[in-house]
């Protein structure tokens, strides 16, 4: 069964940084496309970042430049670095693995004050 598990939010202040995590557990993860995905109140899901089994990688334009997506295929861990935060990207953050079948973490909460 494939689960996953994100960590790493919390609150912070405009301008800080945070490091989500999202461990996988039961898929062969080095072949999984894996994207993040984010949820703000009152709002649609919209897609994040994506890195794929051979590392390329693709952000929103609204992240592009503040937030990097990386992977330890050996940890079966993604991460995404949020750096210069603002308080537009509060949001709940999920991760998203695509193996030809699709699976979602449960989310993780990123609060941006300003």
């Known amino acids: 069964q494939v689960q996953l598990v994100e960590s790493g939010g919390g609150s912070v202040q405009t301008g800080g940084s945070l490091r989500l995590s999202c461990e996988a557990s039961g898929v062969i993860f080095s072949r999984a496309g894996l994207s993040w995905y984010r949820q703000a109140p009152g709002k649609r899901r919209e897609w994040v970042a994506t890195?794929?089994?051979?590392?390329?990688?693709a952000y929103a334009d609204s992240v592009k430049g503040r937030f990097t997506i990386s992977r330890d295929n050996a940890k079966n861990t993604m991460y995404l670095q949020m750096n210069s935060l603002k308080p537009d990207d509060t949001a709940v953050y999920y991760c998203?693995?695509?193996?030809?079948?699709?699976?979602w973490g449960q989310g993780t909460l990123v609060t941006v004050s300003s």
């Open positions: 890195i794929t089994n051979e590392n390329s990688r």
């Open positions: 998203y693995l695509d193996m030809g079948r699709f699976y």
